[in-house]
């Protein structure tokens, strides 16, 4: 039993591995992923198949030569980093034919000419809870269809921005020479924020919907629990029509790597494609799709507008009720910093007590977030 590990890199730059059972004579075969997409910068993985014993990264073509071209004698040559083949393509006219073209090993392969689609805007993304212990589902409804008396097929991906806070946040330093606390500015950054990028490819067909216009499809969900609804999120959803050909290509892609080498999963070589070997008769892997536009949406969700569970968690400063100087000195060697001063040794029977915290717990980049705000962090004024 063998097993595909493909890479997909689609207009996001997202990439998905999965599995599927195919025979010895499918080992080795050239698999070919990405899209053929105007302004902006195209990715193509080159990548071979391999067996189920071997469990490093699927091997990456090197040193091929990689282009996409056009009907109309357009080149666009591609630059290489270790098998990933990317090269920046403005507009593309809606009148001529794009495809992928490929020399490596003395072979040339090449990507069914097609003209581009063209892609309707989103009109609108929303997160939906529908009871307080549900997950929030990220539903999107493309614009209506430019050809509404046809069936319409869309592939969506989607990035991903959310706000992180420390675990304590201090506006106290002590001073070790004059021994006594100092207010300043927040000691340490406490907010931040964190990206991703959505781990599948979704697609979807109008077939169902009336008018042959998709409204609010799940595209994705968000844990009520996750870190990522803790305070604000924001996701930035890309569309792009695709073929029906296509459709039917992720649909059967991702039903062997769900079904992960079952009974009746695809072999490789049965998948839907596009792409063949003009000079041979070598098998290949892979779909190159070519979209006119793709159409993007941002959109915030706020906690506030959710039910969100965060658990309660026990207060992890240390804690003096008694603290003497030579404590605060002590503490300081050790590389806590102050977080409370509550003084009450003026009082008949009062007492110092302190809050200490060390440095991971009150930065917020211990948490892997980076503190300069994006640029559409406040686009939905909150």
Request: net charge negative.
């Amino acid at each position: 039993m063998l097993c595909l590990l493909v890479g997909v890199c689609m207009l996001s730059g997202c990439i998905e591995e999965y599995e599927a059972d195919i025979s010895t004579d499918d080992t080795g075969l050239l698999v070919v992923e990405g899209s053929i997409c105007a302004n902006q910068r195209n990715v193509f993985i080159l990548s071979r198949t391999q067996g189920i014993n071997d469990f490093y990264t699927p091997p990456m073509v090197r040193g091929a030569k990689v282009s996409v071209r056009g009907s109309n004698g357009s080149i666009f040559m591609t630059e290489e980093t270790d098998g990933i083949y990317s090269c920046q393509i403005g507009a593309l006219s809606a009148d001529v034919e794009y495809y992928l073209h490929i020399e490596m090993d003395g072979d040339v392969y090449e990507s069914e000419p097609q003209k581009p689609l063209p892609t309707e805007p989103i009109a609108d993304v929303r997160g939906v809870q529908n009871t307080p212990l549900s997950d929030i589902d990220v539903l999107v409804t493309p614009a209506a269809p430019f050809e509404a008396g046809r069936e319409n097929y869309y592939s969506w991906t989607y990035d991903e921005t959310w706000e992180v806070h420390s675990d304590y946040t201090t506006f106290l330093f002590f001073d070790v020479e004059k021994m006594e606390p100092v207010g300043v500015d927040e000691l340490f950054p406490s907010r931040g924020w964190k990206d991703a990028t959505g781990p599948a490819i979704m697609v979807g067909a109008s077939s169902n919907y009336e008018g042959q216009h998709i409204r609010q499809i799940k595209m994705y969900d968000i844990g009520n629990a996750s870190e990522r609804m803790y305070y604000k999120y924001s996701g930035l959803v890309h569309q792009r029509a695709i073929s029906k050909a296509e459709y039917e290509y992720e649909l059967a892609r991702r039903q062997a790597g769900s079904e992960m080498g079952g009974l009746f999963t695809p072999q490789p070589s049965a998948l839907p494609t596009n792409i063949r070997c003009l000079t041979s008769g070598k098998r290949v892997i892979g779909f190159v799709g070519c979209s006119l536009n793709t159409s993007d949406y941002r959109f915030f969700l706020h906690a506030a507008d959710f039910s969100i569970y965060r658990p309660q968690r026990k207060d992890a400063r240390r804690w003096f009720d008694d603290t003497s100087m030579a404590d605060c000195l002590q503490l300081v060697n050790e590389g806590l910093f102050l977080c409370e001063w509550n003084d009450d040794r003026m009082m008949p029977g009062g007492k110092l007590q302190t809050a200490w915290a060390y440095q991971y717990q009150l930065d917020v980049r211990y948490k892997g977030a980076y503190i300069e705000e994006p640029d559409f962090w406040s686009l939905d004024g909150k």
